[in-house]
């Protein structure tokens, strides 16, 4: 079974920065495209950023130039370091994965969301 746990999140003043953390874990062959989503309330879950295995990269054009993702396959990790941080980023953030395991196949799996509070 496989499991994608998420942490780093928390209360941050404007301007401040965070680093969040998915690690995979279970009987995983392969890990594919990598992303974060993230969902305010009262609006619908974005993709805010995506990393294939190649680390091949694609972003929200809101947070181009203030978020990285970036990955450690020996981890079965993604990280979303995220600076410049503005109020307009406050949502539960979500992990994304695509994971290939030796018993299900090919699968979409998503994290328990971690929320990201921006605020004075």
């Known amino acids: 079974q496989v499991q994608l746990v998420e942490s780093g999140g928390g209360l941050v003043q404007p301007g401040g920065s965070l680093r969040l953390s998915c690690a995979a874990s279970?009987?995983?062959?392969?890990?594919?495209?990598m992303g974060w989503y993230r969902q305010a309330p009262g609006k619908q879950r974005e993709l805010v950023a995506i990393?294939?295995?190649?680390?091949?990269?694609n972003y929200l054009d809101s947070v181009k130039g203030r978020f990285t993702i970036s990955r450690d396959n020996t981890k079965k990790t993604v990280y979303l370091q995220m600076n410049s941080l503005k109020p307009e980023d406050t949502a539960v953030y979500y992990c994304?994965?695509?994971?290939?395991?030796?018993?299900?196949?090919?699968?979409?799996?998503w994290g328990q969301g971690t929320q990201v509070s921006v605020s004075s």
């Open positions: 990393i294939s295995s190649s680390r091949n990269t």
């Open positions: 994304k994965a695509d994971i290939s395991t030796w018993r299900s196949g090919r699968n979409v799996y």
């Open positions: 279970g009987s995983i062959s392969s890990i594919n495209v």
